[in-house]
């Protein structure tokens, strides 16, 4: 059973407008949740985070809310911007855990001139 | 500050093979975890090595093992390869064991025919 969900396996999205993507969880012991990207052939690059005490973190033009009663995050990026293409990763952590960081299946951003 | 790095970036094998993944981690960063992307199942949690001991395993077959040494170099082993191994393995350190954030190495994409 997955944890972690994206349920878009594929967005597009003009450049210059917002993009939103979504991850949803149902383990309520994970307390720790992290977006990444990956390019091909790459590995994930860590892009932000944000802990459960908080419902908003901010990092120039990415945002992640946390709805902790939904079981929801999302992922704002905005503007967005052609090298923002890329499949995104929503990741989650139980605190302190030995299990790794459990992972949704992504999303493939487009983003179009 | 270099990044995390992977050896080999590609390899190719057959069934019954075994093969050996190896991965240094940040300079400096102690914990090295492992994982496998497939497209059927995504990323996945192999297991988190730190002083050279296995913290805990994801759910995967004893073929997979693993190993990590004192200046906290890991590798990966994975024994009589069946087609279903085919995949790419991403290795990721952090400073601490449990640590909420992880680094990603470029990965190894291992193929078995």
């Known amino acids: 059973d997955q944890q972690v969900k994206q349920n878009s396996p594929s967005l597009s999205v003009q450049e210059g407008r917002i993009s939103i993507l979504n991850c949803d969880y149902t383990?309520?012991?994970?307390?720790?949740f992290l977006w990444y990207k990956k390019y091909p052939a790459e590995g994930p690059t860590f892009l932000i985070s944000?802990?459960?005490?908080?419902d908003k973190n901010e990092d120039g033009r990415f945002t992640v809310f946390l709805n902790k009663s939904a079981k929801h995050l999302s992922l704002h990026i905005v503007p967005s911007q052609p090298g923002d293409s890329a499949v995104y990763f929503c990741?989650?952590?139980?605190?302190?855990?030995?299990?790794?960081?459990?992972f949704g299946k992504g999303t493939h951003l487009i983003i179009q001139p | 500050k270099a990044g995390v790095t992977q050896t080999p970036r590609y390899l190719i094998k057959t069934r019954g093979q075994q093969v050996t993944l190896s991965c240094s981690p940040i300079s400096g960063h102690r914990s090295v975890s492992w994982y496998q992307q497939t497209p059927g199942q995504g990323l996945q949690f192999l297991f988190e090595?730190?002083?050279?001991?296995?913290?805990n395993k994801g759910n995967f077959p004893g073929r997979f093992s693993g190993r990590q040494f004192s200046n906290s170099r890991s590798e990966m082993n994975v024994s009589t390869l069946e087609l279903g191994d085919s995949a790419l393995y991403l290795c990721?350190?952090?400073?601490?064991?449990?640590?909420?954030?992880?680094?990603f190495g470029p990965g190894t994409r291992l193929t078995v025919l």
């Open positions: 990741a989650a952590k139980e605190g302190g855990g030995a299990d790794g960081l459990t």
């Open positions: 944000i802990s459960s005490i908080k």
């Open positions: 383990n309520s012991m994970f307390d720790y």
């Open positions: 990721a350190s952090s400073l601490l064991a449990g640590d909420n954030e992880q680094f």
């Open positions: 090595y730190f002083s050279e001991t296995q913290r």
